[in-house]
């Protein structure tokens, strides 16, 4: 990933398209950050996710990942419920 591919990522909610002009946080949603891996920077909407969905790891389809078309691994960060650390690839 390049510096530009990174400015694109940085801010924006996962599952947004760069283009949108709304692609950032919005009011009365609850987010947790993504660090590490493909999808660093990256915040993910959480909203209406129960406890136990939030205590798990996210599966998350991405182009950008070690195996294209798969998915990235976020696990939550343990004390920290506000990131999410990525974990690794699947394809």
Known sequence: M????????CGR?????HDDPDSGPQPGH???????GPLDG???????????????CAALPAELGQF???????????GDPDHFDWSGDTP
């Open 2 to 9: 390049n510096g530009d591919d990174e400015q694109l990522l």
């Open 13 to 17: 909610v996962y599952g947004r398209d």
């Open 30 to 36: 609850t987010y947790v950050e993504l660090t590490g």
């Open 42 to 56: 990256l915040f993910l909407d959480v909203t209406g996710w129960t406890t136990d969905e939030i205590d798990t």
């Open 68 to 78: 294209p078309g798969g998915r990235s691994l976020y696990d939550p960060r343990p």
